[in-house]
């Protein structure tokens, strides 16, 4: 990391979870938000009451991810800096030192980072389907935010290297094996 000053929050105890209340908060603004848009017509017949609700919740899941949970249970951060010429620079960090973060909590962090842009995506297209285009924008302000939690912590994750670069590796080294396992079932079969 490029300052090593900050502290990630990694104690050495033999606890199942060292951080209960970040685990709490990385999941209550992002189910509270996706709970605020399946039921709010339950409770309200303002559309704008709902907007605001959902986008509230999402702003603080948004802020609450990035800036506290990342930090606290895998390690990782991200930010925007803009320099003095008015150029934007993107900072992907993780912790290199001490000890990492414990497996169940990054899982759960992981998994909620994961599951909760791919809801807001679903949601999208239930409304896209259903003409529902008011409760489309709220779903895209949803999907916006928790995927760009999800695309700077699998930056952060992977280090600079870019997100095409690995997926072009990725399907490079299936077609070989692929192209492997192929020339070895034809070669198994040939000398029968």
């Keep these: ?28 603004f992002r189910v509270g938000s996706l709970i605020a848009y399946a039921f709010c ?4 017949d303002s559309f704008v009451t709902s ?6 919740l999402s702003a603080f899941d948004f802020w609450t991810v990035k800036n506290v949970t990342g ?14 010429e ?5 900072i992907f ?26 809801i807001w995506v679903f949601f999208s297209f239930t409304a896209l389907i259903s003409f529902k285009w008011n409760w489309l924008m709220v779903c895209i302000v949803g999907a916006s935010m928790t995927g760009s939690n999800l695309y700077g912590y699998v930056r952060c994750a992977q280090g600079q290297a870019s997100l095409r670069g690995m997926a072009t590796q990725y399907l490079g ?6 192209t492997l396992k192929s020339q070895t079932s034809s070669s198994d079969s040939s000398q029968k």
């Design 173 to 178: 080294k299936q077609v070989l094996e692929q």
């Design 71 to 84: 930090r606290l249970l895998v390690g990782l951060r991200w930010w925007n800096k803009v320099d003095s």
């Design 1 to 28: 990391m490029a300052d090593e000053s900050i502290p990630l929050g990694f104690e050495d105890d033999n606890r199942p979870v060292r951080h209960p209340t970040a685990l709490f908060f990385h999941f209550a």
């Design 93 to 118: 960090e993780s912790r290199k030192k001490g000890p990492g973060p414990l497996p169940s909590e990054s899982r759960l962090f992981w998994a909620g980072l994961i599951v909760c842009p791919a």
């Design 41 to 44: 017509g339950w409770f309200s």
């Design 86 to 90: 008015g150029i934007s620079q993107w």
């Design 51 to 56: 907007f605001i609700a959902v986008v509230l």
